[in-house]
C-alpha cells in the first residue's frame, strides 16, 4: 500500500511539474524567433544561388540583434519557381485583387490616387516636415518646405505612375518588358500569396514587385517609383500571424532603369547580402515587434531606405538607434495588427 501511495505521489507530482511547464513555455516572453523561409525565383531575373540566400539570412540574424536587440533564426530556404507559387492562389483571390490594380491609371485614377496618400500622410506618427525632409533626402523628387499637403501627395502619385510607365516599356534582359503580362510585380497579389497553402514566415524572391494600386499608398513607396523592397502582410497560419516578403531586385537587378533611381556605385556581393539582411531586418521589426517608420531617423533601420540608395543607408544605420523614446513609431506595437500580439515584448 505505501508504495501504491509513493507512486500516486510520484505521478501527481510529475503531473503538477508537467503543467507548470508547459503553463511557462506558452505565458513566457519570446527568446528567439524561428522563422520559415521560400525562395521564390524568377528565371527572367538575376538568381540567388544556395549560398547567396544563407549570407543573407545568416547577415540578417546579426544585424536583427545588433540593431533592433533581439534574436531571430532561420529555416534552410525552400525554393519554388515563381509560377508555382502565383499557381496556388485561387481565382476569387486573383479577381479580388485586380479590382485594385491600376495598370493603365488615367487623370480620375491619379486624383483618387493624391487624394489617398493625403490621408496616409496626415495619418503617420511622424511630422509633415519630417516627411518633405525624407522626401528630398530620395533624390527622387524636390519638394519646397512650405508645400502644402495635397501638393505634396499629388508630387509623389505622379513620379510614382512616372517610372512605372517607364518600367512598362524597359525591357529586361531576355528582351521582354521588366513588368510583363503576368502579374507577379504587383504588391496585391504577392500579399496574398501567404494566404494560400504554402505556409512560410518570410518569402525572398528576386521578382522586382514593382505596382500602383488604390487603397493604401505610402510615400517611401511612391519615392521609389512602385518599387516595393519589403513588406508585411497578415498571415493567419503563420506562427506570429503575419508573412513577410522581401524582393532582392533592386540591390541584385541590373537594368539601366534600375541603376538611375539606384544612383549609388554598383555593390559587391558581401554589400548586397549585407544590405539585403538590412531590408529583411526593417520587415522583421514590421513582423516581429510591430514596429512603424520613423521617416526623421536616418540612424534607425525602421526609417525605410531613402530612394533606392542602400550603401548610404546602411553607412548611418548605428546600435541603439531604433530606441522608443525617439519617436512614436519605435514603440512595441506602434502598428496594430487586427487580433495579434506582439512577439517579443
Known amino acids: 500500500m505505501n508504495l501504491r501511495i509513493k507512486l ?4 501527481a507530482f510529475a503531473f503538477v511539474a508537467l503543467i507548470a511547464i508547459i503553463s511557462y513555455a506558452v505565458t513566457r516572453p519570446l527568446e528567439c524567433a524561428r522563422l520559415t523561409v521560400l525562395y521564390v525565383e524568377n528565371p527572367r531575373f538575376s538568381t540567388l544561388s544556395p549560398a547567396q540566400l544563407n549570407a543573407v539570412t545568416t547577415t540578417a540574424t546579426g544585424q536583427f540583434k545588433s540593431l533592433l536587440g533581439r534574436c531571430v533564426a532561420f529555416d534552410v530556404p525552400q525554393t519554388k519557381p515563381i509560377a508555382d507559387a502565383f499557381g496556388q492562389l485561387s481565382i476569387s483571390q486573383i479577381r479580388e485583387m485586380d479590382v485594385v490594380i491600376l495598370r493603365h491609371p488615367n487623370a480620375a485614377d491619379l486624383e483618387a490616387l493624391s487624394k489617398e496618400m493625403v490621408n496616409v500622410l496626415f495619418n503617420e506618427k511622424t511630422t ?16 519646397p518646405t512650405d508645400t502644402t499637403l495635397t501638393d505634396f501627395a499629388t508630387q509623389l502619385i505622379k513620379y510614382h505612375a512616372d517610372v512605372i510607365v ?7 534582359a531576355d528582351g521582354r518588358p521588366i513588368i510583363d503580362i503576368n502579374s507577379y510585380n504587383e504588391i496585391a497579389h504577392w500579399s496574398r500569396i501567404p494566404q494560400t497553402p504554402l505556409n512560410y514566415d518570410v518569402y525572398i524572391t528576386n521578382q522586382p514587385i514593382i505596382s500602383l494600386e488604390r487603397g493604401d499608398p505610402s510615400m517611401h513607396a511612391s519615392l521609389r517609383g512602385g518599387i516595393s523592397n519589403g513588406l508585411t502582410t497578415l498571415c493567419a497560419k503563420c506562427r506570429y500571424g503575419t508573412a513577410v516578403i522581401l524582393s532582392i531586385y533592386a540591390l541584385y537587378g541590373n537594368e539601366n532603369l534600375l541603376a538611375s533611381i539606384r544612383t549609388e556605385a554598383p555593390y559587391s556581393e558581401a554589400e548586397k547580402a549585407l544590405f539585403s539582411a538590412q531590408v529583411l531586418t526593417h520587415e522583421l521589426g514590421h513582423q516581429l515587434l510591430h514596429l512603424g517608420h520613423p521617416f526623421g531617423l536616418e540612424d534607425c533601420v525602421m526609417n525605410p531606405v531613402e530612394g533606392q540608395n542602400f550603401r548610404k543607408r546602411s553607412q548611418a544605420l548605428r546600435e541603439g538607434a531604433c530606441a522608443k523614446e525617439r519617436s512614436p513609431t519605435l514603440e512595441i506595437g506602434a502598428i496594430k495588427y487586427p487580433g495579434l500580439q506582439v512577439p517579443f515584448n
Do not use: D, L
Not at 8 to 11: E, K, L
Open 166 to 172: 517607364k518600367f512598362q516599356t524597359q525591357n529586361a
Open 8 to 11: 500516486i505521489a510520484t505521478m
Open 128 to 143: 509633415f516636415a519630417e516627411q518633405i525632409a525624407y522626401a528630398n533626402r530620395s533624390g527622387a523628387i524636390q519638394v
